[in-house]
């Protein structure tokens, strides 16, 4: 699909209304957005590639000379790189997202980070994940506090179990919290293998809803209430939209999990889900190798999202994170080490996309932070703020950023 | 007895490795009647200080926390020793007699092995990659050619698909994008087929034996002829498996390489455990090198890990072992040889040292095969040393370079989690540049030939000349010396001994221990020179610990709610293997976490609205005994007059025995209303235990009777079986009463 959607929205519905040559799922989303103007509500999708993803060999600066310098292996020949504007070009393993690039619906911002410089993979996690660099103490996540952050006068329904959806065993860092998350790994799953329906009181959900222990009695409360939703649903055996072909990996399974919820009206307003193996320090690769195949399932998986929110997508922003970037100098042992700063993908319908956002810092030795890294140049706060504030409506940034003075004025304005 | 026992040399799966366990059956009523704990303590005066846990709370509380939960009879046992007694017991295990458990573990070859020798006998892929290319040498040993010609036809025929696949998608580029199986990710009972980061992942779809029994699709549209011959050859099969067990070896020996492959897919599940009846384990474990050798070693980790921990009488051991694991932990997927390594990483390594001298342990793990891979140390180079002077000719060793050639140097991998997660702790006061200099000081420390199975080394050639300077120290040069320097101002730093003692805390006592106790074990670990079992003994007899407010405050892990469910139900595990695809399917895979800081033993890791369906699921699938090889006796539990109980009363000791009595009036209420108003009539369910265990899920009655083919084999099983003693014990091993310790 070469049109992009959110072109069609900006040139108005009532030009493409009746016109039969447009796909029937444009006319749908122009037409849904035209009824419910103003009230649409939108959804945000957070992933986190743990294990400090080496941004500088995803979107890579190919007009800097000394990446090649610094890079002489592991670095991506220009040749071979997918260019996105002249100084910037994708990883060749990338090549599925380019379609939304090119559409507008996927944007970038480089030289991303935090201003807390742990090299510590947890401590960085942690402090991303809390939205707090530098403060160890916060309890909750920072899209928790997104949640409750909403502006409550513009809210249109009642929340249901699956407001905040996390697609992993444990709620993670990010979605702990006030605001109830349902954390599962398989939709398929959640369920009691041993169902006692003849019931009205299931035995389990008695003594869960009576144990003295607050955090189990919190989660079995969840997870009663979404499998009853759940069952309700009948989800069944769930197909993908024609042509989302989610890679069988664990992040692309996580990804139709979460498409599936999002498709079928659960209400889910914020998911996560998160993709490992990024901690490339040995034998990392150039064009090939294991950042390659990372890369590769990893867009693989956001393009077949993307096509299976069909009309979804119009509504959904997705927002990619990692806890920091890797040296920009490969190291003794044909990878990287750890490094500060990196890069950020933001995706979706309302995305102003075809553009890599932020301040390039370069890559000189005396540009670099401690002559080792990417110097961070856009506060990954300042990207999350907008998000959270345009889709999810978090007008209180001073809530879910506390200390950070967020404010509108700071968003660089990727999403529309 | 059951049927099974009349195998009981047929421990072996090629994928799954079993083995009969007989569990101690005396006993099992009285003791575990204990008191409520709570009962003596109502009365008591309150400490100046904490109210303590007083009474024979104290010995359920102990075993709580000191074991990995406790089975029938563990209480009388204690309350017979004295529970002080027991303790400092626990803390010496060479007194401790374990011989039933080592029995056991006398059938799994591969952990009694040196890596050496099995990498010889179950050769890792890029072994046989150095072989067809004339690198390496062909073992001169027929049996063993037999293993290493299997497995080289098996890896050609995956290269065979793969170019196939290739050249579809070069002609067809936009359908097929670039194959990218990395099977970086795990995923349950997938470890067999995940050969991690440093190998040729195999391509799931061109896997020669992933077709399995029944799935087989033939090359070509299936026709009747090839109906026919699949069931000549499934005749065929099943006639070399009912030959004697010397003939039945002999006979797939006999056998050129690819008709093994085919033998080997046509068998069925039942027909691969039936031909493993009667061999010894050494054969059997040669009969799975040819077909899964990866699955080999695999299996037998997980499936010795699940027996200690469910089965060791030295049970502080276990739990130590497991934390040191824990706190030194490497990943089962970081490449093709890191299986090998581990058979002798926990034995080895970790075992031995658990309650000993945390700078002998730290020494240990420093120079493990498995931590120099892990993280990376043993590719790291001195950037000006001999080796990456000369580096024109490429690095010898462990250092592969890519296309260009580039001097090979410096990895900061291990450095780095060596003082954040190892010793000092993130704030341990460590800078960048100590991460540099010690980088630098462990360079050369290093793997010596590790297809050969070649152990630690230390390089010279590779180790960076002059001193360093870390944390304050000038380290002069003096080789490999200059390592253990830096490990002993490591092990004996304050704030090592503060880490180390929050992390036993954590995992002892609380999640958020009080910083009293904390200072108090740290300051017994600097006094005895880092003395684990001296800082273990500080905490056990410390107020902290046996304060209130710590009874039942630990949710358990996943680990430790499958290990305490079958310990406390006196499970029979035939297959531990299945146990350790459960903990993996509850979110916690053996030996396959990630990132270098390890599993969390906090709560809030471990509680989710997920996780507890996942934990209601196992318990209700366990007890009734829907677990293949994992096989609970209710009725032997409930003593001799079982039959003649009333559900009330099954109810109420069985709540004794899983959960001494301690639970709460809403989850005994909910039990027993579930079997006194409703006959038993839950739908039974298999536990899904991930793609490699789908044919192991024991057939329930109603499937049974459908397939009127079906044979009796030893996966079909079920015994005369209580299904409301089943029913109730599920209901008490999923309620929230049973998720803590």
Known sequence: MSISRRVFLRNG????????????????????????????????????????????????????????????????????????????????????????WKQGHLAMVHAAGSPDTTRSHFDAQDYMESGTPGVKSTSDGWLNRALQAEDERQRHHDATPFRAVAVSTDVPRTLVGRVPTVALKNIGDFRQLDAFDRHSDDPFQEMYDSTSNSAIRGAGKEAFNAMQMLRAASPGQYVPAAGANYPGSPFGQSLRQIAQLMKSNYGVEAAFADVDGWDH???????????????????????????????????????????????????GTGGTDHGHANVMFVMGGPVRGGHVYGRWPGLAPEQLYQDRDLAVTTDFRRVLSEAAYKTIRAQDLSRVFPGSGMQPNLFLNVIA | MHSFTSARQAWFLPWLLALPMVVGTQSLSSESRAVPPDASITSTARSAVTRQIEGDARIVHALDRLTFGPRPGDISTVKAMGVEAWINQQLHPEKIDDSALEQQLKLYPAMQMKVKD???????????????NGRAQMPQDETLQAVYQTQIAIIQMREQAQALKQADSSQNPAQNPPQQPQAAAHTQGQMGTASGPAATPPSAGADPLTAQHGQHVPPTDPSLEDKKEQILADLQATGIVNLPPKQRMAKVLAMQPLERISFYRDLSLEDRLAFVQGLTPQQAQLFSAMFAPRRTIVSQLEATKMLRVVDSNRQLQEVMTDFWFNHFNVDIRKGPLMPYY????????????????????????????????????????????????????????????????????????????????????????????????????????????????????????????????VLGHTI?????????????????????????????????????????????????????????????????????????????????????????????????????????????????????????????????????????????????AFADNRLPGVVNHWNALLGPDAITLEPSQKESQLENILLRGDLSAKTHDAVLRELVDAPVQTQPHPFPLGGAMQGYIVPTAEQTNADANAQPTPFRQPLPHDRQAALTAGLLIGSPDFQNR
């Open chain 1, 13 to 100: 519905a009532l030009a493409i209304v009746g016109t039969s040559a447009i796909p029937s799922f444009l006319t749908r989303s122009v037409l849904a957005e035209a009824a419910s103007a103003g009230r649409c509500k939108r959804k945000l999708v957070v992933i986190f590639q743990r294990g400090a993803a080496d941004g500088l060999n995803i979107v890579v600066p190919h007009a800097e000379p000394s990446y090649f310098e610094m890079r002489p292996t592991i670095g991506i020949p220009r040749e071979q790189v997918l260019d996105l504007d002249g100084f910037f070009g994708l990883h060749p393993a990338m090549s599925s997202l380019l379609p939304l």
């Open chain 2, 118 to 132: 099995l990498m010889m006998q179950v050769p890792p892929p890029p072994l046989l990659r150095q072989i067809v």
């Open chain 1, 281 to 331: 320090h040995h034998n990392e690769g150039g064009v090939q190798g294991q950042l390659a195949n990372r890369l590769h399932d990893f867009s693989a998986s956001l393009a077949a999202f993307w096509t299976d929110l069909g009309d979804e997508a119009e509504n959904t922003v997705l927002v990619t994170m990692s806890e920091f970037g890797r040296t920009a100098r490969q190291n």
């Open chain 2, 476 to 620: 002069d040069e003096h080789g490999e010396a200059e390592g253990l320097e830096v490990l002993h101002i490591l092990a004996t730093s304050p704030a090592t001994a503060h880490h180390i003692s929050e992390e036993l805390a954590e995992r002892f006592v609380g999640d958020k221990p009080s910083p009293a106790l904390v200072n108090r074990m740290a300051q017994t670990f600097l006094v005895t020179h880092g003395d684990i079992r001296q800082v273990l003994r500080t905490m056990f007899f410390s107020p902290e610990f046996w304060a209130q407010s710590t009874w039942n405050a630990k949710v358990k892990t996943p680990l430790e709610f499958v290990a305490s469910a079958a310990r406390a139900s006196d499970t029979q595990v035939e297959f531990p293997v299945v146990l350790a695809l459960a903990v993996a399917r509850l979110g916690m895979p053996l030996y396959a976490c990630q990132p270098p800081t390890g599993y969390s033993m906090n709560a809030d890791a471990w509680i989710s609205s997920g996780s507890l369906v996942e934990r209601m699921n196992f318990a209700m």
């Open chain 2, 342 to 469: 581990l058979t002798e990483y926990e034995n080895k390594v970790l075992r031995p040292n658990a309650l000993g001298n945390f700078e002998d342990l730290l020494d240990a793990v420093a120079r493990s095969r498995a931590m120099l891979l892990y993280l990376d140390n043993a590719s790291s180079v001195g950037p000006h040393s001999l080796a990456a002077m000369q580096s024109q000719r490429g690095p010898g060793g462990y250092v592969r370079t890519q296309t260009k050639r580039v001097p090979p140097g410096l990895n900061e991998n291990y450095a780095r989690e060596l003082m954040e997660l190892h010793t000092l702790g993130v704030n341990g006061g460590y800078t960048q540049q100590d991460v540099i200099e010690v980088a630098r000081v462990f360079s050369g420390w290093t793997i010596e030939k590790p297809l050969q199975g070649g152990g630690f080394v230390f390089n010279p050639r590779r180790h960076e000349p002059g001193p360093k300077y």
